[in-house]
Every structure is written in C-alpha cells, then in structure tokens.
C-alpha cells in the first residue's frame, strides 16, 4: 500500500458529522476498503437513510415534527447522486 510512512494503515478510520457521519458510515461497509477501516467515530449521524435522501432531495430536515428548510452543500447532493446512481442494477 503507498502512502506516507507515519502512517499506520492498521490504524485507519473515517470520521464524519450530521450527514457526512452518514457518507463516513455507508463508505465504511463498501467491500473495496470495508476489511482495511479499523474503526469510525461518527457524530449526530442520519440514522435512517431513506430520512436522509428524503433531506437532501427536498431541502427540507424534520425536528422533533417540524418540517425545518436547509440548503444542503453541493458536494452532498452531488454525493447521494453518485450513490443512488452508483446502487443501481446496470
């Protein structure tokens, strides 16, 4: 594996907050790097992902039962795209 040599691939993991907890999480499990993440620390993650697309599609984020307008960043709309897309069957 390349990469500097203070690093310890052994001791390599993902960290994420509120919807990039979530990315840090799905990304996790992927079967190219899921054997090599030693762990991950996730703050304030979606915890159900059909909550999460339904967030970012409609920009809108419910709380506590209010429905709470949000602009999500690009990169994380263009990121759930790419997943959605990357899902499905050919």
Do not use: H
């Amino acid at each position: 594996m390349n990469g500097e040599s203070f690093v310890d691939p052994d001791r390599i993991g993902l960290t994420g907050f509120c919807v990039g907890a979530a990315f840090a999480f799905i990304a996790s499990t992927q079967e190219q790097i899921r054997d090599r993440v030693a762990f991950i620390n996730l703050t304030g993650p979606y915890s159900n992902l059909v909550d999460l697309v339904k967030a970012i599609a409609t920009g809108t984020s419910e709380d506590e039962g209010e429905l709470r307008r949000w602009e999500p960043d690009p990169l994380t709309v263009r990121v759930t795209k790419n997943m959605l897309l990357g899902s499905l069957a050919s």
